[in-house]
């Protein structure tokens, strides 16, 4: 059979190529013919439309809107990328026996996005527009610090003007573009293009007045619901509605969100980050350690789902606020769940199978680069045993990093931010902790994992095989 797929996950990083790569294993041990488009960071395989007219089968598995319209008056199979991930086998069989598929049915589609998929989808479209800037501005302020910590400021002895430059561009303008973008990704994500202009605005206004990350996230959803109402809901003649969509439906959104934000939703929202930072940064030791110890369990958890990047959000939030210990926190909890994993396949061989074997060698680089979805493959296949490991791991690096009051000035990067001067306060503690998390979740995986079965060994030397065939 002629199987196309789509694979898309709200970050488009792990989960979109995870999936691809389940289903299309699935498909060729099957002996189907499979073509997959990943909507990740970039959109590449894309089906054409000989390819969909062609298919027997249309599997999507996405965990957000995507443009259907492609598959206009054809059947398909919706799935999550979770799912996919999970059981691509059974997936691929209920959509040849007619089980859970759905009619495209795209004809009278507008602009409208009444048929949203939730308030978790808009965060995250949010995230994705506000990441670019996060990442390029805190390693381009991080690489400033590499000339001095006080090398951007013009009075230092220490003062250098790339250094200047470099903090200008990632601090000065990157960094104060963060809650913009957030406010208008989420209201973009809830009404449209009309979205942008009043999510960028109010999240401006969020970032002026101090509501920081908190007040954009509420900015973007007020924006976006404001906007959807006034752009998508209410009847307006056809002789002058490119005039209303032009100048009222702006004007309007961006007047009431503007001044919901400056009379009633700065104020408070600034009152509370204020709190919430003092709170933070006079964090006891005992304190930082109960904190971390939750920062490192959510992190864990899911691995890059709703849970993990509930905290990673919240604390590059809080950078903005000059509170910089929970990112560094977040980021070696993120990276020991693929680098215990790795470890443990060397040290417990007989626990895991040689597709896992080889699977680990992948996760020393993943984990290294802080994509902790790199512990994934191992979780789905034995999550009981799996997970609760990975949860004591990274809860024990992220305590000791708390508890240490370790900082980072970086957001992302892994361990490759280690080689910039000044970017973690305390390195030696900081790397300790990579370590220690990294053996103690190897050890309890070592611990808690059951002998790989004969079966389970002649299975995965098959698929090895088939895959070298391929």
Known sequence: MNIVCITACPTGIAHTYMAAEKLNKAAKEMGHNIKIETQGSKTD?????????????????VDKEIDLRRFNGRKIKKVSTAQAIKDPNNIIDEAKNNIGLISVETKHENNSRSNKSGIYNHFMNGVNYMLPFVIAGGILIAISFAFG???????SDSYNK???????????????????????????????????????????????????????????????????????????????????????????SI?????????????????LLEVLTNWLNNLGKSSGILFGLLIGAMMAADMGGPINKSIS????????????????????????????LALATLLFKNKFTDEEKTSGKSCWILGASYITEGAIPFAVADPLRVIPSLI???????????????????????????FI????????????????????????VGFLKKRVSLEQEMKSKEIIKNKVEI
């Open 421 to 444: 001067p000044n970017v973690i306060n305390h390195l030696v503690i900081y790397i300790i902790a990579i370590i220690s998390g990294t053996i103690v979740t190897a050890l309890s």
């Open 149 to 155: 910590i006080n090398a951007a400021d013009p009075e």
């Open 45 to 61: 395989n894309i089906l054409t439309n000989e390819d969909i007219e062609n298919a027997d089968l249309i599997i999507i598995a």
């Open 255 to 271: 007047l009431i969100v503007g001044l919901a934000m400056i009379f009633l939703i700065n104020t408070p929202i600034s009152w």
């Open 313 to 340: 959000t919240f604390s590059i939030g809080l950078m903005s606020a000059g509170v910089n210990a929970p990112i560094a926190a977040c980021m070696v909890a993120g990276m020991t769940p693929p680098l215990g």
């Open 162 to 252: 790339f250094a200047a430059a470099l903090s200008k561009i990632g601090g000065d303008t990157a960094f104060q573009l963060m809650v913009p973008a957030l406010s208008a990704g989420i209201a973009s994500s809830i009404a449209g293009r009309a979205g942008f202009a009043p999510g960028l605005v109010a999240g401006t206004l969020a970032t002026v007045d101090g509501s920081g990350f908190l007040g954009g996230m509420i900015s973007g959803l007020m924006a976006g619901y404001v906007t959807n109402a006034l752009a998508n809901k209410i009847k307006i003649p056809a002789s002058i509605s490119a005039l209303y969509q032009l100048i009222i439906v702006p004007l309007v």
């Open 392 to 418: 004591i791991g990274s809860a024990t690096a992220a305590a000791i990093s708390m508890g240490a009051g370790v900082t980072s000035l970086a957001p992302h990067g892994g361990i490759w931010i280690l």
